[in-house]
């Protein structure tokens, strides 16, 4: 049982936060590692980089916490697919690199399977009774993809996939996401010394924009920042200055007529996608230990004209002043005279929505 009260009560007029000590526990974190790392859906590819039957893709699912070997594949039947990478005989890594295959062949012993991961061929096995079984085929991995662009895999989903991305993938259907191109010149991992869910919590708030981020708040209204909850994810609209840049909403979108700057969307538990009229920044946060974190920044460019200006621009300088208050954070919850805090009804329903599923999860 966990040592903390992880109780979190539904109105937030009245709840109050994690205790503190919640974010130093090393019990806590593994146990969140299996109980909601294991279950979640994690982002583990661009779909364009399995355009061509036979094409191999090995992955490492949410490396540095998880760190499960899976491996993705497009068969000779045109279909996408994900299984474990590892060789059911003896446990060697199958496909150490991207490729184009005919088969699957361990480089061990010879063990051979087809793209799908059925078992096929196994050399001196004839002597072995009862031989094979399904348990010599690789294991499936649920697996999905959003608007042919994203690969999202879960060793064991607590929720579907839909049930997870639904609101946004409705809310944001009238972006091209298929013509957004990945630039690895914008994209780079931060290292944060500080536990994974304060991350998050600090990024489910506009509260602090005004008081952290001086360069984000002179391009948006602070006063009409909103966040919408939904039950596996949640949306802040930052709604932009007169002058600065802003998505030209078509007619059909609740959002029509709204100067919107960015759209944040945080999906449970730790991914965020934060679109801006220049394409999407998509922000992975990976838990390493209780105290450290890694946060790899993808960027998807679809209007390169509009890069560098309105919310989307300096996010480096973003990241930089939201590390800062993260990791103070980290070290002023391991004070002895810190217990809990309370939440601002107005500004803070995104942490209170993290911080409950957090502990549902946890319990």
Known sequence: MSPHDLTIDPDITK?????????????????????????????????????????CLPVTLLDGCLDEPILLTRGRDDVVRAMSNVCTHRG????????????????????????DGTFRHMPEFEAAADFPTPADNLPKIPFETWADALCFASLDPAVPFDDLVGPMRERMSWLPLSEFRFDAS??????????????????????????VHASLNETIEYGSYTTELFPWCNLQLGIAKPGEPAFDVPSGSPDAGRRIAAYYWWVFPNTMFNFYPWGLSVNV???????????????????????????GAGLDRVEREDEAIVESVQKGLAASLYTRGRFSPAREQGVHHFQRLFADAVR
Do not use: M
């Open 15 to 55: 709840a109050r936060t994690l205790p503190g000590g919640v974010y130093g526990d090393a019990a806590v974190f593994a146990k969140v590692k299996d109980r909601i790392f294991r279950r979640s859906w994690q982002l583990v590819a661009d779909a364009r980089a399995l355009s061509v039957p036979g094409q």
């Open 92 to 115: 060697t890594i199958l496909c150490e690199h991207a490729g184009i295959e005919k088969n699957l062949v361990c480089r061990y012993h010879g063990r051979r399977f087809d793209l």
């Open 186 to 211: 914008r994209s780079r991992d931060y290292l944060v010394r500080a536990n994974w869910a304060l991350y998050i919590e600090n990024y489910l708030e506009g509260f602090h924009i005004p008081f």
């Open 285 to 311: 946060v990976k838990p390493l230990a209780v105290d450290r974190t890694r946060v790899s920044f993808l960027t998807y460019v679809f209007d390169e004209s509009k890069l560098d200006s309105g919310a």
